[in-house]
């Protein structure tokens, strides 16, 4: 499975659209950070919110992308992944990199998502009573860590010694 960097792009197209539809009905004094029943006990002003928000997102998403890049230039010794000499040797390390970029990618995407998903819920907490979404935000979670834990046994399972 390859996932194009394009595509890194909708993640920030959603967060604009959010921004878009919600910025003006915002308080000025945004809820941004909650306890584990949904209460508000964190709080920073609108633009320093949206300003976090893009500046998270373009962090996250420079590190995914940069991933493979720095892959590339890692001595194998380095890179951790199971069976890497195997995978890593001169006849098989460009496939095995173009694959691992493809699989890092996806993840990120997955990762991008989850935190537009997150922002919306806190978009709805203060356009709402300022309390933060419990079951959907538990749910993106357990969603969030289903994903990463599917992506690292599909790893192994795909890097194992062939036969």
């Given at each position: 499975?390859?996932?194009?960097?394009?595509?890194?792009?909708?993640?920030?197209?959603?967060?604009?659209?959010?921004?878009?539809?919600?910025?003006?009905?915002?308080?000025?004094?945004?809820?941004?950070?909650?306890?584990?029943?949904?209460?508000?006990?964190?709080?920073?002003?609108?633009?320093?919110?949206?300003?976090?928000?893009?500046?998270?997102?373009?962090?996250?998403?420079?590190?995914?992308?940069?991933?493979?890049?720095?892959?590339?230039?890692?001595?194998?010794?380095?890179?951790?992944?199971?069976?890497?000499?195997?995978?890593?040797?001169?006849?098989?390390?460009?496939?095995?990199?173009?694959?691992?970029?493809?699989?890092?990618?996806?993840?990120?995407?997955?990762?991008?998502?989850?935190?537009?998903?997150?922002?919306q819920l806190v978009l709805t907490a203060n356009l709402g009573d300022g309390r933060l979404p419990a079951r959907p935000m538990w749910t993106g979670l357990a969603l969030i860590?289903?994903?990463?834990?599917?992506?690292?046994?599909?790893?192994?399972?795909?890097?194992?010694?062939?036969?």
């Amino acid at each position: 499975m390859t996932f194009r960097t394009p595509l890194f792009a909708v993640p920030f197209g959603l967060a604009a659209l959010q921004g878009w539809h919600t910025h003006k009905r915002l308080p000025e004094r945004m809820a941004t950070h909650f306890d584990f029943a949904g209460n508000a006990n964190g709080w920073m002003s609108r633009p320093a919110f949206f300003a976090f928000y893009f500046v998270l997102l373009g962090f996250m998403a420079a590190t995914f992308l940069g991933i493979p890049a720095l892959i590339r230039k890692l001595p194998v010794g380095l890179i951790n992944l199971p069976n890497r000499h195997h995978w890593l040797a001169p006849e098989r390390r460009e496939e095995t990199i173009a694959d691992l970029a493809g699989r890092v990618r996806g993840l990120g995407l997955v990762t991008l998502l989850f935190i537009v998903a997150v922002m919306q819920l806190v978009l709805t907490a203060n356009l709402g009573d300022g309390r933060l979404p419990a079951r959907p935000m538990w749910t993106g979670l357990a969603l969030i860590v289903a994903v990463t834990v599917g992506w690292t046994i599909a790893l192994f399972r795909h890097y194992r010694l062939p036969p």
